[in-house]
């Protein structure tokens, strides 16, 4: 079984407006580096998507998979792969928290890949990847 990592960052912006920009697929080629499309293919309840198929380039990486997700409000969102290429396994979640008028968001991330790759290798890359995207949301939901 594959290890979770962890990583947080503290936005100036309250949960709603964070879990607003997490929500928001389509704008994700916009502000997401590595992510070259993200299609909703299940609209969910409350205008939030059941599921997504996205396509990343991320150099050395290029994939096309399909997430399912769960929301709890603006508390919280949790994701499995569904459809993958290059992973076998992906669980994932976005944890909002209110901290006076900032938000702290906690990244939980496992991959399990369907090629393998030594442990450190995967470690680095699941942290590059983590920091990369919390920095990234961190920018688009300040820039407003």
Do not use: C, H
Request: hydrophobic residues 40%; without cysteine.
């Amino acid at each position: 079984m594959a290890d979770e990592s962890t990583q947080s960052i503290t936005i100036d912006a309250a949960p709603a407006a964070v879990m607003a920009v997490i929500a928001d697929f389509d704008d994700y080629p916009q502000w997401a580096g590595s992510v070259k499309s993200a299609v909703v293919t299940v609209d969910g309840a409350g205008g939030r998507a059941e599921r997504v198929k996205f396509k990343i380039d991320a150099g050395a990486i290029r994939d096309e998979y399909e997430l399912a997700y769960e929301w709890s409000g603006d508390d919280k969102v949790s994701w499995n792969l569904t459809k993958g290429q290059m992973q076998k396994a992906q669980r994932g979640s976005y944890t909002l928290r209110a901290v006076g008028d900032q938000t702290e968001v906690t990244y939980n991330l496992t991959v399990d890949l369907a090629i393998p790759m030594l442990g450190m290798l995967k470690r680095k890359a699941e942290k590059v990847i983590m920091d990369t995207a919390l920095k990234e949301l961190k920018k688009r939901v300040e820039a407003g």
